[in-house]
Each structure stands twice: as structure tokens, then as C-alpha cells.
């Protein structure tokens, strides 16, 4: 009931803004300003795959538009957690209960960039993609720039399927994956094809990752494996007005609570599910350990993975738990890339380690790591959440990573590169939204390379396109 009403909600506003549009209640932008363009994405939760992609976008559309000519906010749930990111961006706090939010700072912009990577899903939450479909519809209604930039597509339920193709028609969503591109097209939703957007981050460098390992009992020898767990079954997230007034009445549904009116998925069927994926995982590199010396971290590129990432630790006799609560992203990602092999379940906690060419090997939970690994070319290196023989497969991979590691680096090379040229043509496609939607508007001329499409790239990823592209 709780997700019928956002939704319900959000129509009402984009319909509104759309009349007001049309009465001339609203100022388009004029030759002179600065573009002012608002970021509207999943930030200020310390996860780590949100807040690197997001970084990365404002870094490459400040080199494409110009530093000078454009005025560049984003949305973020918390100031704590999101502090010391994003330079140079304005952040506007996104409140739980989102549509008068969405009403008041959408019209204050010239524009809106959807940013986050599960854009239009209801895998994780109804009210996540109703806020996509609502920043987007309100800035599309006003006839203004409206991108979803880098965007995933995957199963909608009816009503939000329905918002999305009313509302995002005269959007331009630039997909990370030909699978979501079909998915938005059969909605009328006009796409190009692009990647994620985390391909051009820079962490910190090596010493930082290696002195954070010694601190946590690394010998500076033995291979590292970072393992990088969820809970694939506390999703999705619903809001429920009675539970909520349940929970601040007894203290009931504490262990699912996430934050407001909202609740994760709970029950015995996804304590089972949970429980199997949990073990599964660790005995496999319980008996991994017992072949090969290695020295195991757990890391939590989102702050709530910390929760599976002590579980996994207590069955494995305590390992490290590292954490973005207590690490920052160019710290989190540092760690990642001194690593010699890595298992995850985080799809950005494969993506950000891979210009490293750390083998990694994906648990997935939905379309994101099945694609990149068959994007790799290393489906031998896949397996699903639910897996009955989870445990046998894991141990399988782990092997392949120890073995394989200089086969699966070139693949891993080869998939950055021409994720790299991808994200770049992204670039050019934004620059001609900006083009068609504001034509006086100041966009560079001459012939670029491109290169000049991507933000500053580390001298790592220069020396990877010079031997891969």
C-alpha cells in the first residue's frame, strides 16, 4: 500500500509540473547561466559502488561541459557519510519521504541526471525506482535535460513499469547493458548503450591498500583473498505505515527495519536462504584455506554488508572485517586492489578492483555480475545466491582464481578498455542531450579524441589502453 501511494504521489507531481509547464510558470535556461544540473542517486549510505560512480560522473561531465559553465548538485541521505566526497558539488539532503522533496529542488535546476545503478528494478525497492521515474518525469516535464546515466533495467512490477514508460518517454536513458536497453525500449523509454561509470576511479594508491592489510595481520607475502558478501534476501524493501507504527510502539521488526517507513524482505524462508549462503560461502573457503596459503579479509563495500561479513568471519574462526563505515572510498577500493583474488556478491567490489586485473569471481543475486562475467568471458567464474551446490561451485572458482590468474587478468584487461571507450561514448552522447535540449549552450568545438570524453585517466589505465586497445 505504502509503495502504491509514492507512486500515486510522483505521478501527481509530474502531471502538475507538467501544467504549470505548459502556463509558463517556469524559467528555461538562458544563454549565460550556468547549467545547474541536480544528481539524483542512492548517496550518503556509505556504499561504496553509489558513491564511486557518482564521482566519476561529475568528474566527466565537468571535463566535457566545462568547470566554468556549470553549477553541479546531488542528492545524499547523509552529509556524515557522504563529507570529504564529490568536490565541488553542492549536496542536498534526500529525505525518507521523498515526493515533496523531489517537487520543490527539481524545478530549481536546469536539469537531472539519474545516477543510480539499479535504476529501474523492483528487485530492491518500488520506492527507489518510483524516485528515479520521478526526478527524471519532473525535469522531462518541465522540458528540461533529463539522462539516466548508466542505468540497469530488470523486472518492474506492473505500475512502476507503467510510470516508467509514461514518464521517462521523453528522457534519454544511457544503459550499462544491451539486456536493460531492450527492456527500456518495449517501454518506449528512448536509449543508447553505454557501461557503469566507476571504469575511471582512482583510489588511493598501493601503499595505503598494503598498510592497512599489515595493520589488520597481513605479512606482506601470502596472497590475499578478499571476500565481499550481502544479504540477497533482505531485498526488496517495502514501505509499510503499520509496521512502522508496530515497531516504535514494541520494538518489533527491529532486525528488518531499514530506515523510516521502510523494511526489508524478513521471514523463515529468507532466514533459510540466508543461512545456506552464509555457509556455503565460508566452508568453501574454510577447505580453499586447508589447499592454499592465503590470507582471508572480509570487506563490506556497503556499511550493511558489515552484518554477513562478521557472520562469514565467525565461521572461518574470526577473520579481518573491513568496512566502508570505517574506510572511505579511495581508502575501500585501495584495499580491494592489493589483493591478489576476491569473491563477491558487490558488483561494484568486482568493477573497481578489475583496472588492478584482481581475478575476482561473482555470487550474484540478479543480472549485474551475470553480465559482466559473460562480458568477460568467464562464466566458470559465476555463480547464483541460491545455487544448491553453492559451496562445490565456490571452491571450484577459488581454484580457477589460483591457478588461472594471468588468463583471467587479460580478460579482465580487455573488458576495461572497452568499458573505457564505452563510458567515453557516453560522454559524447550527453553532450548531445545538452546540445538538443539547449542549443546555445557552449559546448566545446573542434575534433576530440576519445579520451577527452572520459575523466583524467590514471597513468594505470593509460598504460592499459596502450597494451589493450
Known amino acids: 500500500m505504502m ?12 502531471e502538475q509540473k507538467k501544467v504549470q509547464w505548459i502556463l509558463g510558470k517556469r524559467q528555461p535556461w538562458q544563454p549565460g547561466e550556468k547549467l545547474r544540473l ?23 561531465v ?6 566554468d559553465n556549470v553549477e553541479l548538485s546531488m542528492m545524499t541521505f547523509n552529509f556524515d557519510r557522504s563529507r570529504g566526497y564529490f568536490e565541488g558539488t553542492s549536496q542536498v539532503r534526500l529525505p525518507d519521504i521523498f515526493p515533496p522533496f523531489l517537487a520543490n529542488e527539481v524545478p530549481k535546476h536546469h536539469g537531472v541526471v539519474a545516477c543510480e545503478g539499479s535504476m529501474f528494478k523492483s528487485k530492491f525497492a518500488n520506492a527507489l525506482a518510483t524516485m528515479m521515474i520521478g526526478s527524471l518525469g519532473i525535469a522531462a516535464a518541465e522540458n528540461k535535460l533529463s539522462i539516466g546515466y548508466g542505468a540497469e533495467a530488470g523486472h518492474m512490477d506492473p505500475l512502476v513499469a507503467k510510470m516508467c514508460g509514461r514518464y521517462c518517454s521523453n528522457s534519454l536513458v544511457i544503459t550499462r547493458n544491451d539486456e536493460s536497453r531492450k527492456i527500456l525500449r518495449a517501454l518506449g523509454v528512448p536509449t543508447e548503450l553505454g557501461t557503469d561509470t566507476a571504469w575511471t576511479f582512482e583510489p588511493l594508491g598501493a601503499e595505503y591498500g598494503q598498510k592497512a592489510l599489515r595493520e589488520v595481520g597481513w605479512d606482506g607475502k601470502t596472497p590475499v583473498l578478499a571476500v565481499c558478501p550481502i544479504n540477497p534476501f533482505e531485498w526488496p524493501v517495502k514501505g509499510s505505515i503499520g509496521k512502522l507504527a508496530v515497531h516504535s510502539l ?11 517507513p521502510y523494511f526489508h524482505n524478513a521471514g523463515p524462508e529468507a532466514d533459510r536462504a540466508y543461512e545456506h549462503y552464509l555457509t556455503s560461502i565460508a566452508n568453501a573457503v574454510a577447505a580453499f584455506r ?3 596459503s592465503v590470507f582471508v579479509i572480509m570487506v563490506a563495500t556497503e556499511r550493511m554488508d558489515a552484518r554477513p561479513c562478521r557472520k562469514i568471519s565467525e565461521k572461518l574462526g574470526g577473520v579481518p572485517v573491513l568496512s566502508s563505515d570505517e574506510h572511505n572510498m579511495y581508502q575501500l577500493v ?16 568486482i568493477v ?11 555470487i550474484t543475486m540478479d543480472e549485474r555480475i551475470r553480465n559482466l562475467m559473460n562480458e568477460r568471458g568467464h562464466q566458470e567464474l559465476l555463480m547464483n545466491v541460491t545455487d544448491a551446490d553453492l559451496e562445490e561451485r565456490t571452491l571450484a572458482a577459488l581454484a580457477i582464481l589460483e591457478r588461472d590468474g594471468e588468463r583471467i587478468g587479460d580478460g579482465i584487461a580487455r573488458t576495461v578498455v572497452r568499458n573505457l571507450r564505452l563510458m567515453a561514448r557516453m560522454g559524447v552522447y550527453f553532450e548531445e542531450e545538452v546540445q538538443r535540449r539547449y542549443p546555445e549552450f557552449p559546448t566545446r568545438r573542434g575534433e576530440w579524441s576519445w579520451e ?11 598504460e592499459l589502453v596502450a597494451a589493450y586497445g
Open 3 to 14: 509503495d502504491f501511494v509514492l507512486e500515486a504521489w510522483v505521478s501527481t507531481i509530474i
Open 38 to 60: 541536480l544528481f539524483a542517486g542512492y548517496n550518503g549510505t556509505r556504499n561504496t559502488g553509489s558513491d564511486v560512480r557518482v564521482e566519476e560522473m561529475l568528474r566527466q
Open 62 to 67: 565537468r571535463r566535457i561541459l566545462g568547470p
Open 250 to 260: 514494541t520494538g518489533i521488526y527491529k532486525e528488518s527495519h531499514y530506515r523510516g
Open 290 to 292: 586447508q589447499k592454499k
Open 334 to 349: 585501495s584495499i580491494l586492489r592489493a589483493c591478489r583474488m576476491m569473491v563477491s556478491s558487490r558488483y561494484h567490489g
Open 352 to 362: 573497481t578492483s578489475m583496472p588492478a586485473l584482481v581475478p575476482s569471481a561473482g
Open 452 to 462: 577527452d570524453y572520459l575523466p583524467p585517466m590514471s597513468e594505470g589505465l593509460k
